[in-house]
């Protein structure tokens, strides 16, 4: 979800003319903004991927997080999820700013107007009047303007069933003493639109990632090891082969 905000100012003389002017209204909104924590949200899914993790761990530890929802566990989060983007990405909304947008001036000109194109990603659960609301209840500023560039389909989740199983066996059999559990993926995707659908999907990279390939993500040295993809198309191979009554390896 793309959202606007614009700040549109009288004062658009010359540079040297002190006050109040729509570039320092916008610094000081983002800056308030962009810096304002986010409350945390258990979703159903999140539970389920703590819950997931718990049974896997076994012991103490797995039987605290087994039950995520335990005053124990939730103030464990709370602590934690400050200090762990990761974590807190997890557990709360989004706001990234991504663009401005500034009206032609000259350099020694105060410009009118100014924007700021916010990308939001949403919890499954939240809707865009959630984010829009803290958006409003963060800055309280009656001069911004507020609108929606760009919406996709509200954050919908598939639950694991027969296919996931088949894919979890898939990835076990590849990568020997994986366990597989279902995450809630901090970003948006385009299977946000086949589960707007009815369509179920699964997001599934079947690859060990090191750190330097998650920091390349969309960057200008993004890249994928050869047998990476070997092993990834080993794995959907193995899925397919499950899934089909007749799996025929010529087609």
Request: aromatic share 8%; net charge negative.
């Amino acid at each position: 979800m793309l959202v606007k905000l614009s700040w549109t100012s009288d004062n658009a003389g010359h540079a040297s003319i002190a006050g109040n002017y729509a570039s320092l209204m916008m610094i000081n909104g983002l800056h308030k903004l962009l810096n304002a924590p986010h409350p945390i949200i258990l979703t159903q899914e999140a539970e389920l991927m703590f819950s997931s993790v718990g049974k896997k761990l076994g012991g103490i530890k797995g039987k605290v997080m087994s039950k995520p929802s335990s005053k124990l566990f939730m103030s464990f989060l709370k602590q934690h999820a400050l200090k762990n983007p990761e974590l807190n990405e997890i557990l709360t909304n989004k706001i990234t700013l991504s663009a401005l947008e500034t009206s032609k001036t000259s350099y020694n000109q105060i410009s009118n107007v100014e924007s700021a194109i916010l990308d939001c990603r949403l919890l499954p659960g939240e809707t865009p009047e959630d984010i829009i609301n803290f958006i409003k209840n963060t800055l309280l500023d009656s001069l911004v303007q507020i609108s929606v560039v760009e919406q996709g389909p509200v954050p919908l989740t598939t639950e694991p069933e027969y296919f996931f199983n088949l894919l979890s066996y898939a990835i076990e059999s590849e990568f020997e003493g994986a366990s597989v559990v279902p995450m809630l993926l901090p970003a948006s995707t385009d299977n946000s639109y086949f589960r707007a659908l009815g369509v179920p999907v699964y997001g599934l990279n079947p690859m060990i990632v090191s750190p330097d390939q998650l920091k390349a993500i969309h960057s200008y040295d993004e890249f994928i090891k050869f047998v990476d993809v070997d092993r990834g198309i080993d794995v959907f191979v193995s899925f397919l082969k499950s899934a089909l009554p007749v799996f025929d390896e010529r087609h």
